[in-house]
């Protein structure tokens, strides 16, 4: 569907949610996908990829438990890019820079795979100094 069919669905879903949840528009740029071989293969690694990912925030949001137990201070927020994680997600926006769209979709996970690495890692690092 167009750009104006799916405003309207969003308009109709968020008038239907109202008083039950916020709805926030969460917009994809359209990825280089290529076959349909493709793109199943990549749904497929995408769920590893997930797996491991939510499995580093995990060490992350364990990390920061740990830290603010002891002495970060109970105060402490964890967040993404200096904004609560929840705000983060309803303000979301492509970053075509890091993840440009004229990648094709494959190459856009190995990126984010590396990113998760490379994450990870530092936490690694940040914690046992």
């Known amino acids: 569907p ?34 349909l071989e493709k793109l199943m293969a990549a749904g497929d690694l995408l769920n590893k990829v997930d797996l491991n990912v939510e499995a580093a925030l995990r060490k992350i949001e364990r990390t920061f438990e740990e830290l603010k137990s002891g002495g970060l201070g109970e105060n402490a927020k964890l967040g993404v890019n200096q904004e609560p994680a929840a705000k983060y997600v309803e303000n979301f926006r492509w970053n075509a820079a890091k993840y440009p769209t004229q990648r094709s979709v494959d190459e856009l996970i190995r990126n984010i795979v590396q990113s998760s690495a490379k994450t990870e890692h530092e936490l690694k690092e940040a914690s046992t100094a």
């Open 2 to 35: 167009g750009e104006e069919a799916a405003r309207a669905t969003f308009e109709a879903l968020r008038r239907e949610m109202s008083g039950l949840a916020d709805c926030h528009r969460f917009e994809i740029p359209e990825l280089r996908v290529g076959t």
